[in-house]
């Protein structure tokens, strides 16, 4: 079949910063970041590029291509010149769609080498991609959609994913749906599609404008985009990419979520390309399958959450350390991990440990190699950069002496100044000279090092997934037998913390006021099920429901969340440290 080249868009280059788009660093910090080399002017599409000249017939990426119904497709391998053909024939693609430079579109995509290639063509347009979690569900992609006001949702053929893209087309009809890797797909690679853009300059995009959304944890009602700059996010790649020494030998397995920031770029995926080396794609970090893709592939660092690593470390297929074994460095962050696990990662895995703290809002906080044991098993690492600015403060926001507990305020050439469209939630999250509010407690050693304590913002971090307690709270206040709940996160050996809703439930005011209390058991089961009607991400259902007659308040009359943690917190158990 001939296909005659896709049409050209007319809009290649964007006419710099849309100021509703993303809050700008002030003027005399962004020319000391030029100035030190951090921004270079570079956009991804001709990072892409200039990598492809350098590397062209390396291999850059390897995994199964995404197949019809979203099932798993053929085992591919993608040299970098490929790649970066296939990133012009998914821009032309899209431009023959309709798609134009400066648009929204949601990149809702299981782990695949697709993934890349997909975002790499968005990126080539100039299209800005929001880095949707293949977990997340309508509610998620629809408060994306509506808020971003989004021209598209490129997503899977699985038929959970056409259901949730047929959701969120209803709630914004102006989604364009695109469906990769079905043979009758709406978004095919056509080899006219890349002939049509061989002959276009790499350069797309300009490179202080947004290139894309990452997604906030948040703490509040509504997810907030994340607005990272060419030059912002490239630089957290290069250096991220140098200090962790990757090479042209490196080959990381992509087994979290490969949009998360930490897979993405911490140094991740893009921080591999950078290096000229190889990524693998994982469906999920499961230790029989990554296992396999290690000796297959020759895998030598892979990133992982703490839940993750606590399933590695029991592992037949890991444990003990086989001698020939590529592994070299298994990273870890996303969420608190204890030094007693930490200890074990050498000797059970044969590896190397990193700690990784970060957050899609910028700071990177990485443990160097070679750094003590106290460093490496007992600290999160310390930042990236020179010019990374780290203020621990008490609740006044009066700095805090080293080694005191206090809130992690930062400022950075990686750090966003505010999130996308969100003037109120920016007034809060951000100091009134520029300092991102972490919610993270932390304390800093002399030398530099942070060692995370706790969480002041109101989220819970279940096994790394994040999740914002007012959003499922105002969810489930819909539902007709709640009057009040509280979301709160409880201790629990594998994932961190699990989630417990606790009920407050509404009383019939025909019927007596003492009537029984609901089944916590049966109530579960039925807040479960609404919250997924409702198209929430299935690792947002509470894991365990709690009825109360009243909900415990605080003399302010916020909700006590401390009080109805002391009450459901289990009684301590061996953790999975002390039993392994
Ligand atoms: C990473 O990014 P996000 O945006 O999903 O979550 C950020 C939050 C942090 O504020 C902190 O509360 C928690 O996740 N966190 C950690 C941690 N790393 C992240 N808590 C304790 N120890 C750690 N090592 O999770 C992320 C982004 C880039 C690199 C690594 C992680």
Known sequence: MTVPPAPIPDVL?????????FTPWPPGLARAYRAAGYWRGEPFSAWLRALAGQFGSRTALVGNALGPGGQPGAWVTRTYAELDAAA??????????????????????????????????????????ILALAAHRAAELTAFATQAQVRALITGGHPDAQRVARAVQAAWPDTLVLTVGDPEASLPLLAADAAAWTELPARTGVASDVALYQLSGGSTGTP????????????????????????????FLAALPATHNFTLTSPGAFGTLHAGGTVVTAPGPAPDVCAALIERCGVTHVALVPSALLLWLRAPQFTPAR?????????????????????????RLGAALQQVF????????????????DVTYGTQGRPISPHDEILIVDDEDRPVPDGTPGHLLTRGPYTIR?????????AR??????????????????????????????????????????????????????????LIGLPDPWLGERTCAVVQ???????????????????????????????????KLPDRVEVLPTLPRTPFGKLDKPALRARYAPTPALSPAQDA
């Open 418 to 426: 505010g999130y996308f469209r969100a003037p109120e939630h920016n």
């Open 429 to 486: 999250a951000f100091t009134p000279d520029g300092y991102y509010r972490t919610g993270d407690i932390v304390t800093r050693r002399p030398d530099g090092h942070l060692i995370v304590q706790g969480r002041h913002k109101d989220q819970i971090n279940r096994g790394g997934e994040k999740i914002a307690a007012e959003e499922i709270e105002h969810a489930l206040l819909g539902h007709p037998r709640v009057f009040q709940a509280a």
């Open 88 to 129: 012009s024939g998914y821009a032309a693609a899209l431009a023959a769609r309709g798609l134009h430079a400066g648009d929204r579109v949601i990149l809702h995509l299981p782990n695949s080498p697709d993934v890349f290639e997909v975002l790499l063509g968005l990126l080539r347009l100039g299209a800005r991609p």
């Open 224 to 251: 907030k985009l994340i607005p990272r700059t060419h030059d912002d996010y490239l630089y957290s790649i290069r250096a991220s990419g140098e200090l962790c020494g990757l090479t042209p030998d490196t080959v």
């Open 505 to 539: 439930p509404r009383v019939d005011p025909d019927q007596h006021a003492s009537q029984p209390l609901p089944d916590a058991r049966a109530l579960t089961l039925d807040l479960r099920r609404y919250l997924l009607e409702r198209g929430f991400a299935p690792f």
């Open 358 to 373: 970060g957050m899609a809002e910028g700071l990177v906080n990485y443990v160097r190699s070679g750094s003590s044991d």
């Open 13 to 21: 280059i964007t006419e710099g910063p849309v100021p509703a788009e």
């Open 323 to 347: 001698p020939e074994s590529t592994l070299r460095v298994v990273q870890v962050g996303g969420a608190p991990l204890a030094p007693d696990v930490a200890r074990q990662v050498p000797e």
